[in-house]
């Protein structure tokens, strides 16, 4: 099984811009994407990206601020966060996607990576 990196998270202020990355351990030949969890909160889909590139899928909560991407020949996918929002703060993890039902397609996560949006 692919094993999985997030990193990028940090302190940033309301209307700053974060990148995110991931990073797998070999290839990645499915759907990929983003989820998040807030404190006390369950975890959601964020964005998700087809495992040519091509297609892109986004919650509504982030559409418009934030771009997702990959790089096969890397093994990696980022997460270009901009005009962030305290709602947006987070612990964000990377998976494979069901893309008919933006489920994670693993049952493994990694550690994840922090994003706290605050002045």
């Known amino acids: 099984q692919v094993q999985l990196v997030e990193s990028g998270g940090g302190l940033v202020q309301p209307g700053g811009s974060l990148r995110l990355s991931c990073a797998a351990s070999?290839?990645?030949?499915?759907?990929m994407g983003w989820y998040r969890q807030a404190p006390g909160k369950e975890r959601e889909f964020v964005a998700a990206?087809?495992?040519?590139?091509?297609?892109?899928y986004y919650a509504d909560s982030v559409k418009g601020r934030f771009t997702i991407s990959r790089d096969n020949a890397k093994n990696t996918m980022d997460l270009q966060m901009n005009s962030l929002k305290p709602e947006d703060t987070a612990v964000y993890y990377c998976?494979?996607?069901?893309?008919?039902?933006?489920?994670?397609?693993?049952?493994?996560w990694g550690k994840g990576t922090p994003v706290t949006v605050s002045s």
């Open positions: 998976n494979t996607v069901r893309l008919t039902t933006m489920e994670p397609g693993m049952d493994y």
């Open positions: 990206i087809g495992s040519s590139g091509r297609s892109t």
């Open positions: 070999g290839s990645v030949f499915s759907a």
